[in-house]
């Protein structure tokens, strides 16, 4: 058995894996579009070659932003005619790892009630296994939704003002006051083991790199100009989504993630968007219910399978008592 990246002259073979499980994949159209975007690269594609060097036994392919690291696994495929399909994925994922330095979450697109359809459960089996073996142990389910214009636009109390601003600076702050005692699963992750300010600052650039306009932010304050919270109409590669919406601490429990959200969906629908697609956390009842209200339908699952957050130890002090990690 032999791993690899590809590279461009794989592209042909790489077109002929096939995925016909009931389950999200880098299909032709997919890879194509997303190789010239450079959603895809070569680099970030991973092949397990038998022998000869020449037939595709497995691949996985990463996806990110142009130019910038794999953020996560978008399609993990095996040959029929493996032996043992969960041993060849978790072999060909530990090699791909190890290359990139570090483990991008697995995320996997379903219909709602998944475990309910054999063909789809077991499609997600083995690659579940597969994943668990090669450090991908953290798992998390989040609800999709999506607003349509046949849907009436959610009014606005007018408690709230919005403004842009152009220096990232005031996001970044706005975006570290709203991470504290967040439901969200990911910025939870990430403090565990960074600092608060570097992680709103990672958030703040990775929301710059997407699709969406970096004109489209907003700040909103209370009519006493008070902070309240963050509202970023966005988009990605299949169009327009909420992005980015949180209240700060002092200002919650009144409601404000109704006011953030509408002015979210105003937003795009003055564009004349005709959907708006957004996702949440299954254990995130707040916002979902906030999605539910302004008339988003939930329309499928996100599978997301991550690493654990790894805490690196602090140097011991010279009486060799360890110091406490800071986790933010």
Same mark, same amino acid.
């Given at each position: 058995?032999?791993?690899?990246?590809a590279?461009?002259?794989?592209?042909?073979?790489?077109?002929?894996?096939?995925?016909?499980?009931?389950?999200?994949?880098?299909h032709?159209?997919?890879?194509?579009?997303?190789?010239?975007?450079?959603?895809y690269?070569?680099?970030?594609?991973?092949?397990?070659?038998?022998?000869?060097?020449?037939? #595709?036994?497995?691949r996985?392919?990463?996806?990110?932003?142009p130019?910038?690291?794999?953020?996560?696994?978008?399609c993990?495929?095996?040959?029929?005619?493996?032996?043992?399909?969960?041993?060849?994925?978790?072999?060909?994922?530990?090699?791909?790892?190890?290359?990139?330095g570090?483990?991008?979450?697995y995320?996997?697109?379903?219909?709602?009630?998944?475990?309910?359809?054999?063909?789809?459960?077991?499609?997600?089996?083995?690659?579940?296994?597969?994943?668990?073996?090669?450090?991908?142990?953290e798992?998390?389910?989040?609800?999709?939704?999506?607003?349509?214009?046949?849907?009436?636009v959610?009014?606005?109390?007018?408690?709230?003002?919005?403004?842009g601003?152009?220096?990232?600076?005031?996001?970044?702050?706005?975006?570290?006051?709203?991470?504290?005692?967040?439901?969200?699963?990911?910025?939870?992750?990430?403090l565990v083991t960074?600092?608060?300010?570097?992680?709103?600052?990672?958030?703040?650039?990775?929301y710059?790199?997407?699709?969406?306009?970096?004109s489209?932010?907003?700040?909103?304050y209370?009519?006493?100009?008070?902070l309240?919270?963050v509202a970023?109409?966005s988009?990605?590669n299949?169009?327009p989504v909420?992005?980015?919406?949180?209240?700060?601490?002092?200002?919650?429990?009144?409601?404000?993630?109704?006011?953030?959200?509408a002015? #979210?969906?105003?937003?795009?629908?003055?564009?004349?968007v005709?959907? #708006?697609?957004?996702?949440?956390?299954m254990?995130?009842a707040?916002?979902?219910?906030?999605?539910?209200?302004?008339?988003?339908?939930?329309?499928?699952?996100?599978?997301?399978?991550?690493?654990?957050p790894?805490?690196?130890a602090?140097?011991?002090?010279p009486a060799?008592?360890e110091?406490?990690?800071?986790?933010?």
């Amino acid at each position: 058995m032999h791993f690899r990246p590809a590279v461009e002259a794989d592209l042909d073979r790489l077109l002929g894996c096939v995925v016909d499980e009931s389950i999200s994949w880098a299909h032709p159209d997919r890879l194509l579009s997303f190789l010239e975007s450079g959603n895809y690269r070569y680099d970030h594609i991973w092949l397990a070659l038998a022998e000869d060097g020449e037939e #595709i036994l497995a691949r996985a392919v990463w996806w990110g932003f142009p130019g910038g690291k794999p953020l996560a696994m978008d399609c993990l495929y095996v040959h029929p005619s493996a032996d043992d399909r969960v041993d060849l994925a978790a072999g060909l994922l530990d090699h791909a790892h190890a290359a990139f330095g570090q483990r991008p979450a697995y995320h996997v697109f379903v219909s709602n009630g998944w475990r309910d359809n054999p063909k789809a459960a077991a499609a997600i089996a083995w690659r579940w296994e597969a994943a668990g073996r090669a450090g991908l142990t953290e798992e998390l389910e989040r609800l999709r939704y999506e607003w349509t214009a046949d849907e009436p636009v959610p009014e606005s109390p007018d408690r709230l003002v919005f403004h842009g601003d152009d220096d990232d600076e005031a996001f970044v702050a706005a975006f570290r006051r709203v991470a504290e005692g967040t439901l969200d699963y990911s910025t939870r992750q990430a403090l565990v083991t960074m600092d608060p300010e570097a992680q709103a600052r990672e958030d703040v650039n990775d929301y710059k790199s997407m699709p969406g306009d970096r004109s489209w932010w907003r700040l909103a304050y209370a009519k006493d100009g008070d902070l309240v919270g963050v509202a970023l109409p966005s988009a990605n590669n299949g169009g327009p989504v909420v992005g980015y919406l949180g209240v700060v601490p002092e200002h919650r429990g009144h409601g404000y993630v109704d006011d953030l959200l509408a002015e #979210i969906t105003r937003f795009h629908a003055e564009r004349g968007v005709q959907r #708006i697609a957004a996702d949440t956390d299954m254990g995130n009842a707040p916002m979902a219910r906030a999605f539910e209200r302004a008339g988003y339908r939930n329309f499928a699952i996100r599978l997301v399978l991550s690493a654990k957050p790894e805490i690196a130890a602090e140097p011991a002090e010279p009486a060799e008592v360890e110091n406490p990690v800071n986790a933010g």
